[in-house]
């Protein structure tokens, strides 16, 4: 079935905008460029792939075999390797490693294909400053012995910038145009943040923190897990329509969910897990170019040895000894097999059900409570950034969003390494927000039927967006990350899909039900910790 | 109806272009050439030798007089109409500029030299020669008056000079298409048709310049500036300014004054000897961010002990009419086409981070002022942690660090982020009377005592030992104020923020 270029617009930017788009005489001429990232066929011969033999010369041993090279994948191996445990190999199914916080190169700057910042962790968080030691991206500690991360890796301001109504305008929450009554309701909602930022149990946990494992279980707390954010906003009795967009930008930002669909538990963890005192400011965000593509490249540099690329995983096979992996070099489709002690799944949950043999028949209540949500990602490569419109209007930030538009805006990759002028890369985020079918509608478009979507998005902002792109690659990311939906996060499917099935340990962001690096790497070093002897 | 008054209307408003003509090319030609006395008298010169050719070329044209003379009309409103744009234009791109200028004011001389004995000619049958003398020659005088009179009174200083130029060619195309009603019994019918269409391209033409005059922000620039532009370009970071005024030429970035030659050696003696006179030895190799004025090189340059000195200044463009535009290369004595002297245009954050040197003995510090981020990542303490990495124990740094008066806090915000990036700091200030009370700050890596001798042989018209050590006092509007003052980092910002507000203030 096709699509005009109408129906496209109005499905992705809404009608308005799509009519006012179709009738202006901006051609919708071919930008150069290609859908990029994992082969949706690759994909599905997971689904395909029935009794598959591995000739008796292609079973090797190995003590542990890691399924999937995301930041939980990586993060066991990195932890297996640190602690001299060796006798490992790791899959990953794509040509490049990291998963969604893989990233990309550019002779200006690199850019990232999905998550690209990291808030700096609170001092409790030992595993994950290590590594931010190691990399050496610190300085030491403050008195108070929180973390001091260098200058030059904390994201450079101006960091955010809002387009409204034809105007761009600093920081992310709308204040141009507020009335007393908004600034109440805003005051209001910063107050309600305080109060769960300071709130603590019986037993002095908070309420949200990262890891998510370390957050209290107190009934209170978890009872925001049963309404959604919207409702919990309206039944707090906030209105404002800026404050309602705000949180919405959140849940759409972290989580690919519309407020309607997020937990609040899930809405008050964005505002307060990062917080470390009430009246404080959010912790500051470290950030690279290539965004979070830094973190997983210094993992995998550690472990790239046993890495195995480009190689899907058929089947897990739990046997008396341990695990059996049949896999598929998709290069050389070629079938190979591991004899294994253990196995680490650190793929997206929903696959254990194409993947662990026990599951393909008889899988478990909790793996359909895991659902993901599907974004799409571009990187516009521009031979010069845009120029602002009015001398008042605010400078090109780090993240630019528009107020009126579906997307989350993009950021800029060449911020944080000081480059002011000329080429520039901007990345693009759109997710589709658990809307029905929401990837077959976005695996219906063509390259140029998304470029044109893009293009038109950000036209608002910038008329002469279509002359400054010289390309677009396009990553369409069909299961983005596990949705915090509302029932989901304290339902008992978490922690049931935490403990081994078998010789199997299972590590992924989803177990948090919140996908975070931070979260992703806790379980990896987790699992790895599982693992190791003694 | 009797058209004859009207006409000599015209002969008044014919001699009135032609002299506007006249100094326009002199002012240009003075303003862009320098030296106006000679410039003035050999523009009059050339002119009036050229009416002088003209007058006796018209004594070749013997039929068709009316249609020749709206002809020549129509010719002088496009040659004198676009002549100041033209010659503005010529001077940023072109090497001959004096040929163009010559050649242009011969042209429009030529013509005008035409006009009146033309004029006459189509008179002589409507008036006696006795009366007809008395009464063109007469206008044409009093013509030159008004000319004389509203040209520094009224055009220079409101319409600019590019708006004069093309306000009086829409004058001349104005004369010549009313001539074709004026004269229409003496012009051929078809030839009239023809003259007006030609008349109403040109004058269509004019007012399509003189509206793209004010797109090209020319006409922004007039009324920003108070004097007059005698070179204006942007470049892909900028737009660049050169003003003639009475206290001599000005360098703008972004509508910003960079320096007036009236007092720029005040500020560039200020910002260079100091560093000098700190660093214990003999600086050899030298370090300059910024200053693509080539003012503070022309300085460095008076010491014999210096080698090499390695100028990163963000705009090509900038070091590029620092060597090219007359004005300004004679200003800084060519320092940037000297052979010590090496030129690398990138963002100085970007190429301190990426760029692989050898260390420098004194490194001098010459942004604009901190008014938005791409500058303010010039002062914060990643940039003087990477500026360090460029340094030696022993070397000395100076920055130009805004006015302690107008922006205190911005100032001293600079000042306490260098402390905090480890170096010992010695803040100083002097009058510069063209920006007011300005600041520097003095440092290196060890402790050192603020200077208090000059070096011999190096000839200064402002320094000397007693300025030397008083600027290194603070007033009591101007010192550390007694409040906390944040760092500048890269993940606050804090010093375009400060300075926002202060400046602000004086808009």
């Given at each position: 079935m096709k699509f005009t270029r109408r129906e496209i617009l109005t499905a992705f930017l809404g009608l308005p905008f799509a009519l006012s788009a179709c009738r202006s005489k901006s051609e919708n001429t071919e930008v150069a460029g290609e859908i990029v990232g994992a082969n949706v066929n690759v994909g599905h011969i997971l689904r395909e792939m029935r009794n598959v033999e591995v000739p008796p010369n292609n079973w090797e041993n190995v003590k542990v075999a890691i399924i999937g090279g995301g930041a939980a994948g990586l993060a066991a191996a990195y932890k297996l390797n640190k602690e001299n445990f060796g006798d490992f190999v790791l899959l990953e199914l794509?040509?490049?490693?990291?998963?969604?916080a893989q990233s990309g190169e550019s002779n200006v700057v690199p850019y990232p294909w999905g998550a690209h910042y990291l808030p700096?962790?609170?001092?409790?968080?030992t595993e994950l400053i290590a590594l931010l030691d190691e990399m050496n991206l610190t300085e030491g500690r403050d008195v108070k012995g929180e973390l001091v991360v260098k200058e030059q890796f904390l994201?450079?301001?101006?960091e955010e910038r809002v387009f409204y109504k034809g105007r761009w305008y600093e920081?992310?929450?709308?204040?141009?145009?507020?009335?007393e009554e908004e600034k109440r309701q805003f005051a209001e909602f910063q107050k309600q943040v305080d109060f769960w930022v300071n709130w603590r149990d019986?037993?002095?946990?908070?309420?949200?923190?990262?890891?998510?494992?370390?957050?209290?279980?107190?009934a209170e707390v978890l009872?925001?897990?049963?309404?959604s954010f919207g409702d919990w906003l309206r039944q707090k009795g906030f209105t404002s329509e800026r404050l309602f967009w705000y949180c919405d930008y959140a849940t759409r930002d972290d989580?690919?969910?519309k407020l309607d669909q997020t937990s609040a538990w899930a809405g008050l963890f964005y505002f307060?897990?990062?917080?470390?005192?009430?009246?404080e400011e959010s912790q500051p965000f470290i950030t690279f170019p290539e965004g979070n593509g830094r973190f997983v490249n210094f993992l995998h540099s550690k472990i790239k040895d046993k890495t195995r690329m480009?190689?899907?995983?058929?089947e897990i096979i739990p046997t008396e000894k341990g695990v059996d992996v049949i896999y598929l070099n998709?290069?050389?489709n070629e079938i190979r097999g591991l004899h294994c002690e253990k196995t680490i799944f650190?793929?997206?949950?929903?696959?254990a059900k194409y993947l662990i043999r026990d599951f393909k028949t008889n899988p478990p209540?909790?793996?359909?409570?895991f659902e993901h949500n599907a974004w799409f990602v571009a990187n516009l490569f521009l031979k010069d950034r845009p120029k602002n419109r009015f001398p008042r209007d605010f400078p090109l930030a780090w993240d630019n969003v528009l107020y009126e538009s579906p997307s989350l805006g993009y950021v800029n990759s060449t911020h944080q390494k000081g480059i002011d002028y000329g080429a520039a890369v901007f990345t693009y985020y759109y997710p589709m927000?658990?809307?029905?079918?929401a990837r077959a509608k976005l695996f219906a478009l063509n390259h140029k039927e998304l470029a044109d979507i893009i293009l038109t998005d950000l036209s608002r902002a910038h008329p002469t967006i279509r002359e400054l792109t010289e390309k677009i690659d396009v990553m369409r990311w069909g299961h983005a990350m596990i949705s915090p939906r509302?029932?989901?996060?304290?339902?008992t499917a978490r922690d049931k899909a935490q403990k081994p099935f078998r010789n199997i340990h299972f590590a992924h962001s989803d177990l948090s039900g919140i996908a975070l690096f931070e979260e992703a790497f806790y379980h990896g070093i987790r699992v790895a910790n599982e693992i190791l002897p003694g | 109806m009797n058209k004859t008054p009207l006409l000599f209307l015209n002969v008044i408003i014919i001699a009135t272009c032609g002299l506007i003509y006249e100094l326009l090319a002199a002012t240009v030609s003075s303003y862009v050439l320098g030296d106006s006395v000679t410039q003035f008298s050999l523009v009059i010169g050339i002119y009036l030798s050229a009416m002088g050719v003209g007058s006796w070329l018209s004594g070749f044209l013997d039929n068709n007089l009316a249609k020749r003379f709206v002809e020549i009309e129509l010719a002088v409103a496009v040659v004198g109409g676009f002549s100041a744009p033209l010659l503005f234009l010529t001077f940023a791109n072109v090497s001959y500029f004096n040929i163009i200028l010559y050649a242009m004011v011969f042209v429009i001389g030529a013509l005008v030299g035409l006009e009146i004995p033309l004029l006459m000619r189509i008179l002589k049958d409507e008036i006696d020669f006795k009366n007809l003398v008395a009464r063109v020659l007469a206008l044409d005088y009093a013509g030159a008056l008004v000319a004389s009179l509203l040209f520094p009174i009224f055009l220079v200083p409101k319409l600019g000079l590019t708006r004069t130029s093309l306000i009086f060619g829409l004058l001349n195309a104005g004369v010549g298409l009313w001539g074709t009603w004026l004269l229409e019994n003496l012009i051929k019918p078809r030839d009239t048709n023809i003259l007006r269409v030609k008349g109403f391209i040109i004058a269509v033409l004019l007012i399509i310049a003189f509206i793209k005059a004010d797109a090209l922000t020319s006409l922004a620039e007039d009324a920003l500036f108070v004097d007059n532009i005698i070179y204006a370009k942007s470049s892909s970071y900028q737009r660049i300014v050169v003003t003639k005024g009475k206290t001599g030429y000005s360098l703008f970035l972004n509508g910003n004054?960079?320096?007036?030659?009236?007092?720029e050696y005040r500020y560039h003696e200020a910002l260079v000897h100091p560093a000098f006179a700190v660093h214990?030895?003999?600086?050899?190799r030298i370090l300059v961010l910024g200053?693509?004025?080539g003012l503070a090189v022309r300085e460095i340059l008076k010491?014999?002990?210096?080698?090499t000195v390695t100028l990163v200044d963000l705009d090509p463009e900038m070091t590029k009419v620092s060597k090219s535009v007359p004005v300004l290369g004679e200003l800084n004595k060519h320092s940037l086409e000297d052979s010590r002297v090496s030129v690398i245009n990138n963002d100085a954050f970007v190429w301190l981070d990426s760029a692989e040197t050898e260390p420098f003995d004194v490194a001098i510090v010459d942004f604009p002022?901190?008014?938005n981020f791409a500058l303010g990542k010039l002062y914060t303490t990643r940039f003087y942690n990477l500026l360090k990495k460029k340094l030696k124990p022993d070397s000395a740094v100076v920055i130009q660090t805004t006015s302690p008066l107008m922006a205190r806090k911005s100032f001293w915000c600079i000042v306490k982020t260098l402390e905090a990036s480890g170096f010992s700091v010695k803040p100083y200030n002097t009058t510069?009377?063209?920006?007011?009370?300005w600041g520097y700050a003095l440092a290196k890596l060890q402790p050192f005592e603020t200077p208090s001798k000059l070096p011999e042989n190096v000839e200064l018209k402002y320094l000397n030992e007693k300025t030397l050590s008083s600027m290194f006092e603070f007033s009591a509007d101007t010192n550390l104020p007694n409040e906390e003052i944040e760092i500048n980092r890269l993940d606050n910002q804090a010093l375009v923020r400060y300075y926002e507000s202060e400046w602000r203030r004086f808009e």
């Amino acid at each position: 079935m096709k699509f005009t270029r109408r129906e496209i617009l109005t499905a992705f930017l809404g009608l308005p905008f799509a009519l006012s788009a179709c009738r202006s005489k901006s051609e919708n001429t071919e930008v150069a460029g290609e859908i990029v990232g994992a082969n949706v066929n690759v994909g599905h011969i997971l689904r395909e792939m029935r009794n598959v033999e591995v000739p008796p010369n292609n079973w090797e041993n190995v003590k542990v075999a890691i399924i999937g090279g995301g930041a939980a994948g990586l993060a066991a191996a990195y932890k297996l390797n640190k602690e001299n445990f060796g006798d490992f190999v790791l899959l990953e199914l794509e040509n490049k490693i990291g998963g969604t916080a893989q990233s990309g190169e550019s002779n200006v700057v690199p850019y990232p294909w999905g998550a690209h910042y990291l808030p700096v962790p609170f001092q409790e968080n030992t595993e994950l400053i290590a590594l931010l030691d190691e990399m050496n991206l610190t300085e030491g500690r403050d008195v108070k012995g929180e973390l001091v991360v260098k200058e030059q890796f904390l994201c450079r301001e101006p960091e955010e910038r809002v387009f409204y109504k034809g105007r761009w305008y600093e920081g992310l929450y709308l204040h141009v145009g507020e009335n007393e009554e908004e600034k109440r309701q805003f005051a209001e909602f910063q107050k309600q943040v305080d109060f769960w930022v300071n709130w603590r149990d019986a037993t002095g946990r908070r309420a949200f923190v990262l890891p998510v494992a370390n957050c209290s279980r107190d009934a209170e707390v978890l009872a925001l897990d049963k309404i959604s954010f919207g409702d919990w906003l309206r039944q707090k009795g906030f209105t404002s329509e800026r404050l309602f967009w705000y949180c919405d930008y959140a849940t759409r930002d972290d989580y690919g969910l519309k407020l309607d669909q997020t937990s609040a538990w899930a809405g008050l963890f964005y505002f307060c897990s990062r917080v470390r005192k009430s009246g404080e400011e959010s912790q500051p965000f470290i950030t690279f170019p290539e965004g979070n593509g830094r973190f997983v490249n210094f993992l995998h540099s550690k472990i790239k040895d046993k890495t195995r690329m480009k190689t899907v995983a058929l089947e897990i096979i739990p046997t008396e000894k341990g695990v059996d992996v049949i896999y598929l070099n998709t290069e050389t489709n070629e079938i190979r097999g591991l004899h294994c002690e253990k196995t680490i799944f650190a793929a997206p949950i929903f696959t254990a059900k194409y993947l662990i043999r026990d599951f393909k028949t008889n899988p478990p209540e909790f793996v359909k409570e895991f659902e993901h949500n599907a974004w799409f990602v571009a990187n516009l490569f521009l031979k010069d950034r845009p120029k602002n419109r009015f001398p008042r209007d605010f400078p090109l930030a780090w993240d630019n969003v528009l107020y009126e538009s579906p997307s989350l805006g993009y950021v800029n990759s060449t911020h944080q390494k000081g480059i002011d002028y000329g080429a520039a890369v901007f990345t693009y985020y759109y997710p589709m927000c658990a809307e029905e079918n929401a990837r077959a509608k976005l695996f219906a478009l063509n390259h140029k039927e998304l470029a044109d979507i893009i293009l038109t998005d950000l036209s608002r902002a910038h008329p002469t967006i279509r002359e400054l792109t010289e390309k677009i690659d396009v990553m369409r990311w069909g299961h983005a990350m596990i949705s915090p939906r509302t029932n989901f996060l304290w339902s008992t499917a978490r922690d049931k899909a935490q403990k081994p099935f078998r010789n199997i340990h299972f590590a992924h962001s989803d177990l948090s039900g919140i996908a975070l690096f931070e979260e992703a790497f806790y379980h990896g070093i987790r699992v790895a910790n599982e693992i190791l002897p003694g | 109806m009797n058209k004859t008054p009207l006409l000599f209307l015209n002969v008044i408003i014919i001699a009135t272009c032609g002299l506007i003509y006249e100094l326009l090319a002199a002012t240009v030609s003075s303003y862009v050439l320098g030296d106006s006395v000679t410039q003035f008298s050999l523009v009059i010169g050339i002119y009036l030798s050229a009416m002088g050719v003209g007058s006796w070329l018209s004594g070749f044209l013997d039929n068709n007089l009316a249609k020749r003379f709206v002809e020549i009309e129509l010719a002088v409103a496009v040659v004198g109409g676009f002549s100041a744009p033209l010659l503005f234009l010529t001077f940023a791109n072109v090497s001959y500029f004096n040929i163009i200028l010559y050649a242009m004011v011969f042209v429009i001389g030529a013509l005008v030299g035409l006009e009146i004995p033309l004029l006459m000619r189509i008179l002589k049958d409507e008036i006696d020669f006795k009366n007809l003398v008395a009464r063109v020659l007469a206008l044409d005088y009093a013509g030159a008056l008004v000319a004389s009179l509203l040209f520094p009174i009224f055009l220079v200083p409101k319409l600019g000079l590019t708006r004069t130029s093309l306000i009086f060619g829409l004058l001349n195309a104005g004369v010549g298409l009313w001539g074709t009603w004026l004269l229409e019994n003496l012009i051929k019918p078809r030839d009239t048709n023809i003259l007006r269409v030609k008349g109403f391209i040109i004058a269509v033409l004019l007012i399509i310049a003189f509206i793209k005059a004010d797109a090209l922000t020319s006409l922004a620039e007039d009324a920003l500036f108070v004097d007059n532009i005698i070179y204006a370009k942007s470049s892909s970071y900028q737009r660049i300014v050169v003003t003639k005024g009475k206290t001599g030429y000005s360098l703008f970035l972004n509508g910003n004054l960079q320096f007036n030659t009236f007092d720029e050696y005040r500020y560039h003696e200020a910002l260079v000897h100091p560093a000098f006179a700190v660093h214990d030895g003999n600086p050899k190799r030298i370090l300059v961010l910024g200053g693509g004025d080539g003012l503070a090189v022309r300085e460095i340059l008076k010491y014999p002990s210096v080698e090499t000195v390695t100028l990163v200044d963000l705009d090509p463009e900038m070091t590029k009419v620092s060597k090219s535009v007359p004005v300004l290369g004679e200003l800084n004595k060519h320092s940037l086409e000297d052979s010590r002297v090496s030129v690398i245009n990138n963002d100085a954050f970007v190429w301190l981070d990426s760029a692989e040197t050898e260390p420098f003995d004194v490194a001098i510090v010459d942004f604009p002022d901190p008014n938005n981020f791409a500058l303010g990542k010039l002062y914060t303490t990643r940039f003087y942690n990477l500026l360090k990495k460029k340094l030696k124990p022993d070397s000395a740094v100076v920055i130009q660090t805004t006015s302690p008066l107008m922006a205190r806090k911005s100032f001293w915000c600079i000042v306490k982020t260098l402390e905090a990036s480890g170096f010992s700091v010695k803040p100083y200030n002097t009058t510069v009377p063209s920006f007011g009370v300005w600041g520097y700050a003095l440092a290196k890596l060890q402790p050192f005592e603020t200077p208090s001798k000059l070096p011999e042989n190096v000839e200064l018209k402002y320094l000397n030992e007693k300025t030397l050590s008083s600027m290194f006092e603070f007033s009591a509007d101007t010192n550390l104020p007694n409040e906390e003052i944040e760092i500048n980092r890269l993940d606050n910002q804090a010093l375009v923020r400060y300075y926002e507000s202060e400046w602000r203030r004086f808009e």
